[in-house]
Antibody
């Protein structure tokens, strides 16, 4: 079955660190860029980061640049999000998504169920 | 690039035709996708490249536009269509989403 399964969400104190994982199955993982998208409680979607299939290129949203690091292990079919210097406003459901390239465009065609990160003292 | 969706919410009835607009702060060509999100669930893509229907999505959904102005139309609204809809630009980093449109009964 083609799916993404996130894990690692937790309650963490402000200033702390956390690593999220997203395990992929059912498709050739290394050929797809992957992304993280988050959603604060009751709010809209916010793109966090994207990594290319070979891991060579990464991009970040302004609100997480310098604090979060995306990486992937194509042998374990897993993408990670290392989060540090966490702030209360990082509290959100974090979704992993697969980016599909179609012609000269792209979109997120497969999403995980999300993992909840709560930053609070 | 900022994406402005309107309206932010709307009320409609089963069978209605509904249109949601998304305006980009600069030209994004056709690099726009539309997603549907139901309460407590992950988003799912409906439309990509502004007007291409994703496989498995009912044909009552359609997208149009290019440049800065885009529209998602739902013909003959069904009970399962009550949800929140987001546009997303994928032309340039940082990728951005619109603020969302909640479609309610």
């Amino acid at each position: 079955e083609v799916q993404l399964l996130e894990s690692g969400g937790h309650l963490v104190q402000p200033g702390g660190s956390l690593r999220l994982s997203c395990a992929a199955s059912g498709f050739t993982f290394s050929t797809y860029p992957m992304a993280w998208v988050r959603q604060a409680p009751g709010k809209g979607l916010e793109w966090v980061s994207t990594i290319t299939g070979n891991g060579g290129v990464t991009n970040y949203g302004d609100s997480v640049k310098g604090r979060f690091t995306i990486s992937r292990d194509n042998y374990r079919n897993t993408v990670f999000l290392q989060m540090s210097i966490l702030r209360v406003d990082d509290t959100a459901m974090y979704y992993c998504a697969r980016a599909l390239l179609s012609g000269n465009t792209r979109f997120f065609d497969l999403w995980g169920q999300g993992t909840l990160v709560t930053v609070s003292s | 690039i900022q994406l402005t969706q309107s309206p932010s919410s709307l009320s409609a009835s089963v069978g209605d035709r509904v249109s949601i607009t998304c305006r980009a702060s600069q030209d994004i060509s056709s690099h726009l996708a539309w997603y549907q999100q139901k309460q407590g669930k992950a988003p799912r893509v409906l439309i990509y490249a502004a007007s291409t229907l994703q496989s498995g999505v009912p044909s009552r959904f359609s997208g149009s536009g290019s440049g800065t102005d885009f529209t998602l139309t739902i013909n003959s609204l069904q009970p399962e269509d009550f949800a929140t809809y987001y546009c997303q630009q994928l032309n340039i980093y940082p990728l951005t989403f619109g603020g969302g449109t909640k479609v309610e009964i």
